[in-house]
């Protein structure tokens, strides 16, 4: 007990830092999948993919069929996307972070399957698989 009481700052530390490594984990949404694994989705259930970053980045590669609609415009324009409520929805964008945000808002709209590619557009390149232009 005396040991707490005397290194009370540094258990503290101790624990907020730990709290700050495992908050992305804890507030991740909507399900992941790897690049492996959305491909698979993709192929098997013609899944609609959404790229939600910007059109300049969109512009440098994307994956082939993505519709592109940045995240700051999706809550505007997820009526494009009605008629895939029912389907597998991808969400992209560069390695992960705001596809989090538009699963949230997309689930929110009423869309069941909603899959993240885990890692982004980064994670898809670094698995070899083909962008398109």
Do not use: Y
């Amino acid at each position: 007990m005396k040991f707490f009481i005397d290194n009370i700052f540094i258990i503290a530390i101790v624990l907020l830092s730990g709290g700050a490594l495992l908050w992305p984990v804890l507030t991740q949404r909507g399900k992941r999948a790897s690049a492996q694994e959305v491909t698979l989705l993709i192929n098997r259930s013609k899944a609609t993919i959404v790229d939600v970053r910007d059109a300049a980045e969109f512009a440098t590669g994307h994956l082939p069929e993505a519709k592109n609609i940045p995240l700051n415009e999706l809550s505007e324009r997820v009526g494009e996307l009605a008629k895939f409520k029912a389907k597998s929805v991808v969400v992209v964008c560069k390695t992960g972070a705001r596809a989090s945000s538009a699963a949230a808002k997309l689930a929110k709209a009423g869309f069941t399957d909603v899959v993240n590619l885990d890692g982004g557009i980064a994670a898809w390149q670094k698995a070899g698989l083909p962008l398109a232009k």
